[in-house]
């Protein structure tokens, strides 16, 4: 093999070819670095007299099918300079490490096309080895996140696993990155990311959240100047898991049979908005004919409907108008699911109405807990948190596509 082939085909610099070996199904090469190329580890110096070596094996990209070694007697040299014994510096891989640094990219291009299990059998390696190239390349790229260009945010919790695990995810709204992990949910969650974001000096001016008690204290004590705007989506998914429950106690009280039957399998088409009934299977006139045969929740159906129009009005002044409005027809409904909803948006209409001043909302961060839950799914779980966080910050840039 000539010196230029370890370059071109291993990534290997100012360093002669001496030897080769087959066996046992792998490739060993010897090689030597030449003694005018030798240089103090520390100063730079090439005053240095040679004190012998430690001899390593370094893995390195694979030919074929047939995994690749390199050897090398990594020099010992007495610097005039310095006046100490150092090991030079190595110029394909990182101290303490037993691959080349051409084998820890090959390995990181596999893995955006294959589970760590799989790059593990492809170069016959252990899965723990793949994983620790994963986790330093992530923690190189994503490990520090820079918070100090912040300006819209949304704060969501997701749940990990059983037993109510819960991770907290912040996402710059602006770039669709993951700034912050946090472990659990709640105010202690976010805390490490509070003190961060002030060391940061940054100025985040809104902030998007569901209606959770523990976020509006979190904001409200951390950042007293940003605009907090409570997600719509969570509003609507707040009020339809109320009307589920309604639909529920209205079944338990019908005492005629055929009424009950009418009812009975309506709870999805109550959530579905109009436009998405399947005329196919005849979901409209079912929908309907319950709703003729029960008034109190025909009201509640069509105050759902109603309440989606307070996103869509041109200006912030018009939808308070509307929301107020739909306040009071809940209250003067009598019902008492509707009466509480009511409180419960009036209680909130400033930051429901923030939405008019920044029309964000925390749906992107929606959409990142889909590919955190796929991400999960595809791994069979991940037993190392702190690997899971650094894999969550990095997976603005994972792409999920179908094959076969």
Not at 96 to 116: G, N, P, Q, W
Request: hydrophobic residues 40%; glycine residues 6%; positive net charge.
């Amino acid at each position: 093999m000539s010196t230029s082939l370890l370059y071109h085909a291993f990534g290997l610099v100012g360093y002669r070819f001496v030897s080769q070996a087959f066996q046992e199904g792998q490739v060993t090469f010897r090689i030597e670095q030449p003694r005018e190329r030798q240089r103090c580890s520390h100063c730079g110096s090439a005053e240095v007299w040679d004190q012998g070596g430690v001899e390593r094996t370094f893995h390195s990209l694979p030919i074929g099918s047939k995994p690749t070694f390199v050897r090398f007697k990594v020099p010992r040299v007495m610097c005039f300079g310095c006046g100490k014994v150092r090991q030079v510096k190595l110029g394909f891989a990182d101290p303490k490490k037993h691959y080349t640094r051409a084998f820890e990219r090959y390995v990181l291009d596999l893995s955006r096309h294959m589970t760590i299990q799989d790059v593990a059998e492809h170069l016959q390696v252990g899965w723990d080895l793949v994983k620790d190239i994963q986790a330093r390349s992530l923690q190189r790229r994503f490990g520090k996140p820079k918070l100090h260009k912040l300006k819209q945010i949304a704060i969501d919790e997701i749940a990990i696993g059983k037993g109510h695990r819960y991770v907290t995810v912040v996402l710059n709204l602006l770039s669709g990155a993951v700034v912050f992990v946090g472990d659990g949910k709640g105010v202690e969650a976010l805390a490490p990311f509070w003190r961060r974001l002030r060391r940061s000096r940054a100025k985040v001016v809104a902030v998007a959240t569901d209606m959770s008690k523990a976020y509006i204290r979190a904001v409200r004590d951390n950042l007293k100047r940003a605009v907090h705007v409570f997600d719509h989506f969570h509003v609507i998914k707040l009020f339809n898991e109320k009307l589920s429950a309604f639909r529920q106690e209205l079944y338990r009280q019908l005492s005629d049979e055929t009424e009950r039957t009418v009812l009975k399998g309506t709870r999805w088409l109550l959530l579905k908005n109009p436009e998405n009934l399947d005329a196919k299977k005849n979901e409209g006139e079912r929908l309907e004919e319950a709703l003729r045969l029960n008034k109190p929740l025909a009201t509640a159906y069509y105050l759902k409907e109603d309440l989606r129009q307070i996103w869509n009005q041109p200006n912030k002044r018009t939808a308070r108008r509307v929301l107020r409005d739909w306040v009071a027809r809940a209250r003067a409904s009598g019902i008492r699911m509707l009466i509480q909803f009511a409180a419960t948006l009036e209680e909130y209409q400033e930051g429901i109405l923030a939405y008019y001043q920044y029309p964000i909302s925390t749906g992107p961060l929606e959409g990142t807990n889909n590919k955190i839950r796929t991400m999960q799914r595809q791994a069979y779980g991940f037993r190392d948190l702190a690997f899971f966080k650094l894999k969550i910050l990095g997976i603005h840039e994972t792409k999920h596509a179908l094959v076969g």
